[in-house]
């Protein structure tokens, strides 16, 4: 139904003016970090939906979902290189204008059942929640399936991309837990982000575990425990403060306990 690999095509030919447009290295880097990121959640899309028994037209369709879920950052990024003003600037909302302005999404698929259904899940794959009652089965189906894919490639790229350099790390190593962070991760919930916790502190480490609790399906949770992502970011790290150092070891108990009850009760069902 849907020629993927025209897709691709389509996609790195709308990217390729803002990697031109960006002669700065590290502007540069972000505008490929999200290339790459883009790519690779068509792919766990691809990976997901095999392991949830779609069929082929479907897994189409969420690969073209992953492909296109982050389309609106390129334009966020003319907005704001460093994406610090997340709270005012939708990149989800973004993107589905992008889609919408001329028809543009009728490039990559031309299906007036799913055009729809492919927005729908665009605009909710960044919400701290989605409105389920507001949705149709498939838009709940195929929100939920972006929404983990998506967090998978984060959690990847916080195990193997985040937190590189020796200052990267120092900064979290260094840094001290916000109450309020901790208080919804310990609820094991996903942190609900204010707008002033930063990517290079212990906040940021654990917003981007707190995805965790965020997990729609059994076959997600099994990635995660399997691929170790938890140890593998937590790893990275040898924080300085006393008090930190137990709070993280409480937290990183509380989430890999979370976890390994999840994978039972959802496997017993």
């Known amino acids: 139904m849907i020629n993927l690999n025209k897709c691709k095509e389509e996609f790195l030919k709308y990217v390729a003016p803002y990697e031109e447009?960006?002669?700065?290295?590290?502007?540069?880097?972000?505008?490929?970090?999200?290339?790459?990121?883009?790519?690779?959640?068509?792919?766990?899309?691809?990976?997901?939906?095999?392991?949830?028994?779609l069929s082929d037209e479907q897994k189409e369709i969420a690969m073209l979902i992953g492909l296109l879920h982050d389309i609106g950052r390129f334009k966020q990024y003319t907005l704001d290189s460093r994406f610090l003003n997340e709270m005012l600037v939708d990149h989800a909302k973004l993107g589905v204008e992008v889609l919408e302005k001329d028809d543009y999404i009728k490039k990559y698929i031309n299906d007036k059942h799913y055009i729809p259904i492919i927005l729908k899940a665009i605009e909710n794959h960044n919400k701290y929640k989605i409105e389920e009652e507001m949705l149709s089965k498939e838009e709940i189906l195929f929100s939920k399936i972006i929404r983990d894919a998506d967090k998978l490639?984060?959690?990847?790229?916080?195990?193997?991309?985040?937190?590189?350099?020796?200052?990267?790390?120092e900064r979290v190593e260094n840094s001290k837990i916000n109450v309020k962070v901790e208080q919804q991760f310990k609820v094991e919930r996903q942190v609900k982000k204010c707008g002033c916790e930063k990517n290079d502190t212990v906040d940021g480490v654990l917003i981007l575990l707190s995805y965790i609790y965020d997990i729609n399906f059994k076959e997600s949770l099994s990635i995660i425990y399997k691929e170790n992502f938890v140890e593998r970011i937590l790893d990275k790290f040898d924080f300085k403060d006393e008090k930190t150092k137990k709070q993280m070891e409480n937290l990183e108990e509380i989430l890999q306990r979370n976890i390994i009850l999840r994978l039972r009760k959802r496997y017993k069902g």
């Open 21 to 53: 447009e960006y002669e700065d290295e590290k502007e540069f880097e972000g505008i490929e970090r999200k290339k790459s990121h883009s790519l690779r959640v068509m792919e766990e899309s691809k990976n997901l939906s095999e392991k949830l028994g």
């Open 153 to 169: 490639d984060i959690l990847y790229e916080g195990a193997e991309i985040f937190w590189k350099s020796e200052e990267e790390v």
